[in-house]
């Protein structure tokens, strides 16, 4: 697997940013001919777009699982929509189609622009690729961050109230 530059990601990110302001603005769900040659130039074609507009559902989803984590933690809060009040939460954050939403506002909206290309082209391989290389990515971290909690195994009790290492 090749290490993409910096200068490259952020030029695809901005791409697919700029595609998918241009599809939300035009209610389209399906790549217009139009960007075909910035695509084609900057991803290899479709499919490496589309594995950038997966990548970037799934940080979105995560995004939002995190703020409806942080918020079940408040009190009287049953949903993102109701913790507004956070100051670290509602600060403003360049997320969304829009940009200058609140983080908030983003994480509950239930359905967005990018889901419905990502249905359009439901099936499409490199979404099926995109998807189990998510569902791979997330078994390893999930896997090494249960070995990272085990406890260790000692072979002597330590008794606390004489104090670490008292027999």
Do not use: Q
């Not at 603005?25 to 507009?53: C, K, N, S």
């Not at 889901?115 to 569902?135: F, I, K, M, S």
Request: aromatic fraction near 4%.
């Amino acid at each position: 697997m090749s290490t993409l530059s910096r200068s490259v990601l952020v030029r695809r990110r901005e791409l697919a940013r700029l595609v998918l302001r241009d599809l939300a603005r035009t209610g389209d769900v399906i790549l217009p001919a139009r960007w075909e040659e910035e695509i084609e130039r900057e991803f290899g074609g479709t499919d490496g777009l589309l594995a950038e507009l997966s990548r970037r559902w799934w940080t979105a989803r995560a995004a939002r699982l995190d703020v409806l984590a942080e918020c079940s933690g408040l009190a009287g809060c049953s949903g993102p929509a109701e913790c507004a009040g956070p100051a670290e939460l509602a600060e403003p954050a360049e997320l969304g189609p829009g940009g200058g939403g609140r983080v908030l506002d983003d994480a509950a909206a239930p359905s967005s622009h990018l889901e419905a290309v990502l249905d359009a082209y439901a099936g499409h391989p490199a979404l099926t690729e995109a998807e189990w290389r998510h569902h791979e990515a997330s078994d390893r971290a999930i896997r090494r961050g249960s070995r990272r909690r085990k406890p260790s195994v000692t072979s002597r009790t330590v008794n606390i109230h004489r104090g670490a290492g008292s027999p």
